[in-house]
């Protein structure tokens, strides 16, 4: 198997576990969580910041010593906006199952002292991208245009069946603003219906990296520099949550030449 591709260890409990370490890179990581109604999670952020982002499923959520109540609900995600929850650096922070939970914890470095923040569904706004068969919707979480954290910036797509996603090619693995930022990411996959798949390729200019990925319901991709578009097969929609993060909290991308005309007319 590609050492791109992270499938799930188990049915329940933290079944994907990605560190900067794992990754080989620097700053993202990325966990999942499958819980049972009455189980629980628990941690310190030390030195990361936090985004809990519910899956699917409700939780009750304490941190920094804040009750936040339930949050969560959809049961899917493909059922409308997710809830999320903001986790300072140096903060516990625990996630108690109130109904079959998927909860995935995204961090990367933290740099600032600041609150932690409930992200709720309301709050989160929407766009359309691209045209025909590269539509794709997608939901910002933690878009670059809220200051509210340091490194992070999360996002969720939905792509229909038939159509692709992060296309045409883009990269952004340099870190040569305003041109391009240098951004580590990973993908977290989920399909409609569960035993569809997709295809994901990651690959660089000159093709020292250069992988097609079988992408089913539940993998994740990491991409630690490249070119990385999807493509959902007829049938079946997929589901992505990105996660990105980079020394500087700027989505900043460069299109593939070659494929830029995609863009056009």
Same mark, same amino acid.
């Given at each position: 198997m590609s050492e791109l591709l992270v499938k799930p260890s188990g049915?329940?409990?933290?079944?994907?576990?990605?560190?900067?370490?794992?990754? =080989?890179?620097?700053?993202?990581?990325? !966990?999942?969580?499958?819980?049972?109604? !009455?189980?629980g999670v628990s941690a310190v952020t030390g030195d990361r910041e936090v985004c809990l982002?519910? /899956?699917?499923?409700? =939780?009750?959520?304490?941190?920094?010593?804040?009750?936040?109540?339930?949050?969560?609900?959809r049961e899917s995600p493909f059922d409308g906006k997710p809830a999320a929850v903001y986790v300072p650096g140096n903060c516990n922070w625990s996630v108690m199952a109130e109904t079959d939970l998927e909860l !995935?914890?995204?961090?990367?470095p933290a740099l600032t002292g600041r609150a932690v923040r409930v992200i709720a569904p309301e709050a989160m706004s929407q766009e359309v991208r691209g045209k025909g068969t590269n539509t794709r919707y997608v939901t910002n979480i933690l878009p670059e245009t809220d200051g509210v954290a340091d490194s992070l910036l999360v996002v969720e797509v939905i792509t229909p069946g038939g159509h692709t996603s992060s296309y045409p090619?883009?990269?952004?693995?340099?870190?040569?603003?305003? #041109?391009?930022?240098?951004?580590?990411?990973t993908? +977290?996959?989920?399909?409609?219906?569960?035993?569809?798949?997709?295809?994901?390729?990651? +690959?660089?200019? #000159?093709?020292?990296?250069?992988?097609?990925? @079988?992408?089913?319901?539940?993998?994740?991709t990491l991409v630690p520099?490249?070119?990385?578009?999807?493509?959902?097969?007829?049938?079946? #929609?997929?589901?992505?949550?990105?996660?990105? !993060?980079?020394?500087?909290? /700027?989505?900043?991308?460069?299109?593939?030449?070659?494929?830029?005309? @995609?863009?056009?007319?």
């Open positions: 049915e329940t409990g933290k079944v994907i576990d990605i560190t900067p370490e794992s990754a =080989g890179w620097r700053y993202v990581g990325f !966990a999942l969580h499958r819980l049972s109604a !009455a189980q982002v519910f /899956v699917s499923g409700t =939780g009750t959520v304490t941190a920094g010593g804040q009750n936040l109540g339930p949050l969560g609900g !995935a914890v995204c961090s990367a090619p883009h990269k952004h693995d340099r870190d040569a603003l305003p #041109d391009e930022s240098y951004l580590e990411e993908y +977290y996959h989920r399909l409609n219906p569960h035993q569809g798949f997709a295809f994901q390729r990651v +690959y660089t200019e #000159d093709r020292t990296l250069d992988e097609t990925l @079988l992408i089913e319901d539940g993998v994740t520099k490249g070119y990385h578009p999807c493509a959902a097969i007829h049938g079946y #929609d997929l589901y992505y949550l990105n996660v990105m !993060a980079g020394p500087r909290r /700027v989505w900043r991308f460069h299109n593939q030449p070659e494929h830029e005309w @995609l863009l056009g007319g």
